[in-house]
């Protein structure tokens, strides 16, 4: 009791404080009967008073105190200053036998139901005796326990309470009526619910309400016109009610389901306008609204945004987002689209017609990234092989074997086909031509000669490829030095119908050589001649050809047309007249013209200062000079060749040829000079071993045995050069071996002539060929020592070779900085241009790991100045001249590097290059290029699928990066379902973006 009048005190403080100065001057009966009396006339205030002042006075009934504390707490709540009604809740755990149990309850409820606690409610009018209420009270508990049914999903118990009402209650016959309404509209019972509703749609309670009802029920019921009648009177007379955005709602979609799709933009627009978490398949029918009025763009905007599901409106959302891609000519998020739809299974006619666009569209935009061009072109086949789009798939099918770059792909696709018709085996037959050309390209000459035949054997379906296919078998055959079989090509080629007028005379051209290269050089010369009879444009071709019908004539000793066909050469191409210079010097030097000759080597050593011929071209001069009996000047002039190339072996003969000079010129003192200079400067070497002989007789000219005994003695095992029989007999028992391949028998042989001459006359020999054998059984660490000991002998005729093999076993093995040295000697110092060049790579290569960008660069400038490079090289040169540009900041001239290189994406290389000057471009952001750079590259396609897989990703950085998430997701799982190799990163790079 205390608890109730705390509470109350608050609120009725005057009352209460006029009470304690009267009280005692009215009879505690007359307060009571006064507080009851209020209590019915609906005083509660007043009743509040009364009866806490009946509780203080000294004749208080004890009966009546639970009564007066009843005539309380009910005011109290009929007043609604109770909240959750826990004063009464207290007055039920006070009182637990009251007689006003049942209406103690029903207020407890009532204070719940006023609150929206309709569970609550329940639970405390659940405890009410309905007979023990008054009328009035028992339709306020009918009403109130419906309602709150209702709200708990307890319809039958709401349906029966509202019933009851609606036949019986004055008060709540249109509420209950409405309610009936709205619990058979819950059980789609429309037919009910519009009986229900039709009773009170006059009244204004309900009205706004009730419209709205019977437009969904319309909408329900297709009745589209009357939704939108009913909905626009609702929105035009409640412009306020609550249910105004959803009646736009059901307006926009009666309208689409009419067909009138402005207006459908108009009202369902607006609605979705205003919502946060607009509906799927209100967004998927504004998008089609859209799209009917050929505003494709609001179209994607819309379908974008309603994040398809795994479903059949999903399925059909992709299929006309991809059709509004379509329109507006965005091929890749086309087909990103459509390939969506086409995984679902949901709609068999979408499925259908999706796929097909996906594949069509793969087909027309030459997207061959990974095969999924070939695979969705023989899917649909495959599942749809009478669909109305066959005749148009079958043929796109062929066109795309022609033009995808996965060709393994395409091949098994092939395979797979039972009766393959003429224009398939057409495509068989020129796949297997490109595969050999992009084998070719790679140097992959074995490969490149396998497809090269099975498009041969293929049969007459592509002419042209075929007919080709032989001719670049012969190129094959010849870059593997197999001239006998790339002779037969040639010829087959040349005598062939279909044949193109460039690669018949190339093909005359290359015969030519195969006859040069195999020493046969009337043939040869027979050969040139006719290609040059054939060639009208004035090529460096021609210039070559020119060159080697020179040196045929040369080697027929016929110098006088060999002079002539040099001049020819020069005239043609000058910049590659070093060695028409060479020859014709060479030539005129045969015929005793020594004036000649030295004025065409001086030519050839102003003219082209960084030629590999000018040590060659040095020493000529001074044999030139010799022969003319101008001994000062062959001195001068080989000691500029030991100065300028000290370590080309024409500087080891030329030491000798100072020496002899000197001593013929009766300077021996000199003479004694320069042969210690060969001896000190190539130990080792067969001219070291000749210099020691001919200072014999220097000294003994000079009477100074001794002196040259001294000498001698000094220079330890260095001198001896004395070839014993034993020696001789021992080495060249293990060099038989060598040569027979016996490499077990070599290498015992080799091990035990050094343990008998360590420093004996074939030593250098020896550890060469032992070299040779370690290597050939990949015993690396013992070749590397045996290499080295060949390098260390000095300038000799296997430190070419070994210093090849030797920087590249360091390569190989990660020492860099121990194959760069090496490298650089190779490039510098080899007289084979192979070798040279693969120095120069080395180098190239070497400097680009170690980080030196700026060597890396300037090595690769002069290997691509170098007119014999091999095509192969210079690529990759370049390709490593672009990615040094990269890191020093060169950018244009990376970007000119990249651009030459990714016009052929055939080769590891050019499809490497592509991918990095669109990451080029994006890192620089200049996203726009980077764009056009991956789309082009995707329609240019590769064999390299990683490069393109690369690139596939970047796009999907290029969209996250504006903001598309929807789009860079696309490209990303497409990848993931079409990408084959799984030996490489992609994989995780998709995860970790999908995963961001």
Request: with cysteine.
């Amino acid at each position: 009791m205390n608890k109730i009048l705390l509470l109350l005190c608050g609120l009725l403080f005057l009352q209460t404080g006029f009470s304690q100065r009267s009280a005692e001057f009215i009879s505690a009966d007359l307060l009571f009967r006064e507080g009851k009396y209020m209590f019915d006339t609906g005083n509660y205030s007043g009743c509040i008073s009364k009866m806490l002042n009946y509780k203080k006075t000294a004749n208080v009934e004890p009966s009546l105190i639970e009564e007066a504390d009843f005539f309380i707490v009910a005011s109290g709540f009929h007043k609604n200053c109770y909240g959750t009604g826990a004063e009464l809740t207290d007055y039920l755990k006070q009182y637990p036998t009251t007689v006003h149990y049942n209406e103690i309850c029903f207020m407890i409820g009532s204070s719940y139901f006023r609150l929206d606690n309709y569970q609550q409610a329940v639970v405390w009018f659940s405890k009410v005796e309905l007979n023990n209420l008054s009328v009035t009270e028992q339709e306020d508990y009918a009403y109130q326990l419906g309602y709150s049914c209702t709200e708990t999903e307890n319809y039958t118990e709401a349906e029966r309470l509202f019933h009851l009402l609606k036949n019986k209650s004055t008060n709540y016959r249109d509420a209950a009526t409405y309610y009936l309404g709205y619990l058979n509209y819950s059980k789609l019972y429309y037919k009910e619910s519009l009986a229900y509703f039709n009773e009170v749609k006059n009244n204004p309670d309900f009205r706004p309400d009730v419209l709205y009802y019977i437009a969904q029920i319309s909408f329900a019921q297709g009745h589209y016109s009357q939704v939108v009648s009913e909905g626009k009177n609702l929105l035009d007379n409640y412009s306020k009610h609550k249910y105004n955005a959803n009646t736009e709602r059901i307006i926009g979609l009666s309208y689409f389901e009419e067909g009138d799709y402005p207006n459908t933009v108009k009202y369902l627009g607006e609605f979705l306008n205003n919502q946060s978490g607009a509906d799927t398949k209100d967004l998927y029918a504004l998008g089609l609204a859209c799209f009917y009025q050929n505003k494709y763009a609001e179209a994607i905007t819309a379908l974008n945004k309603c994040n398809p599901a795994d479903n059949a409106l999903g399925q059909n959302i992709y299929l006309h987002l991809g059709q509004s891609y379509l329109k507006q000519n965005d091929a890749q998020k086309a087909m990103m689209a459509f390939q969506s739809a086409s995984r679902m299974d949901y709609d068999a006619e979408a499925k259908e017609a999706a796929l097909y666009n996906y594949a069509m569209l793969l087909h027309q935009n030459s997207v061959s990234a990974f095969g999924e061009s070939v695979t969705a072109l023989e899917n649909f086949i495959n599942n749809y092989p009478y669909s109305m789009y066959a005749d148009k798939v079958n043929s796109a099918l062929v066109a795309v074997y022609l033009t995808t770059k996965d060709y393994d792909t395409a091949l098994a696709s092939i395979a797979k086909i039972k009766n393959p018709d003429v224009k398939i085996r057409e495509a068989q037959q020129k796949i297997f031509y490109y595969i050999g050309t992009v084998n070719f390209t790679n140097s992959k000459y074995p490969d490149a000669i396998q497809y090269f035949t099975k498009a041969i054997s293929a049969g007459n379906y592509a002419v042209t490829e075929k007919n080709e296919a032989i001719y670049w078998r012969g190129e094959s055959y010849y870059k593997s030095e197999n001239y006998d079989k790339a002779s037969a090509d040639f010829r087959s080629y040349i005598n062939s119908d279909a044949k193109s007028d460039n690669l018949s005379k190339l093909a005359l051209y290359n015969l030519a050589y195969c006859a040069f290269n195999q020493k046969q050089y009337s043939a040869a010369q027979t050969g040139f001649l006719r290609y040059i009879t054939s060639e009208t444009a004035q090529s460096p071709v021609l210039a070559d050809a020119y060159a080697r019908l020179g040196d045929c004539y040369f080697f027929n000793r016929r110098f006088a047309e060999a002079e002539n066909a040099y001049n020819r050469a020069v005239s043609i191409a000058p910049q590659k007249g070093d060695y028409a210079l060479f020859q014709k010097g060479y030539v005129l030097g045969l015929q005793k013209d020594y004036t000649g000759k030295i004025t065409q080597m001086n030519n050839l050593i102003s003219e082209y200062p960084e030629s590999p011929y000018l040590p060659d071209a040095i020493y000529e001069k001074g044999r030139a000079c010799v022969l003319m009996e101008n001994t000062a000047q062959a001195i001068v002039t080989y000691q500029e060749l030991i100065s300028r190339f000290p370590e080309s072996s024409n500087a080891r003969k030329a030491g000798l040829q100072i020496g002899l000079l000197y001593f013929n010129d009766n300077q021996p003192e000199k003479s004694a000079d320069a042969y210690k200079k060969v001896i000190t400067k190539y130990p080792g070497s067969e001219e070291a071993k000749t210099a020691i002989q001919d200072l014999k007789s220097v000294y003994f000219d000079l009477n100074d045995v001794n002196g040259y005994a001294e000498y001698v003695k000094s220079l330890g095992d260095a001198a001896r050069f004395d070839v014993t029989e034993q020696d001789s007999l021992t080495y060249f028992a293990a060099e038989r071996f060598f040569l027979r391949n016996e490499t077990q028998k070599a290498q015992s042989g080799m091990i035990s002539y050094l343990q008998q001459f360590p420093e004996g006359a074939f030593s250098i020999n020896a550890h060469y060929y032992l070299a040779q054998t370690y290597f050939s059984e990949k015993n690396i660490t013992a070749a590397k020592t045996e290499f080295q000991k060949v390098i260390e002998a000095g300038n000799n005729q296997f430190i070419e070779e070994s210093l090849l093999r030797l920087s590249e076993i360091y390569y190989e093995n990660g020492d860099l900085n121990e194959a760069l040295p090496l490298y650089e000697r190779l490039q510098n110092t080899a007289e084979n241009r192979s070798n040279r060049n693969t120095g120069a790579l080395g180098v190239i290569r070497t400097a680009s790991r170690l980080g030196k960008y700026n060597q890396a660069a300037l090595s690769a400038n002069l290997l691509l100045k170098a007119e014999n490079a091999e095509p192969t090289v210079a690529v990759e040169a370049r390709y490593y001249r672009a990615k040094a540009y990269l890191a020093l900041g060169e950018n244009t001239l990376a970007e000119n590097d990249l651009k030459d290189l990714s016009k052929d994406t055939r080769t590891t290389f050019g499809a490497e290059s592509k991918y990095r000057l669109a990451q080029h471009y994006f890192d620089s952001r200049q996203t726009g290029k980077a764009r056009e750079t991956v789309k082009e590259y995707i329609q240019q396609g590769t064999p390299h699928a990683y490069w393109l897989a690369r690139s596939f990703i970047l796009m999907a950085d290029l969209y996250a990066a504006e903001g598309e998430t929807l789009q860079a997701r696309q490209y990303l799982e497409s990848l993931q379902n079409s990408y084959k190799s799984a030996d490489d990163d992609i994989k995780t790079l998709i995860k970790e973006r999908l995963n961001r």
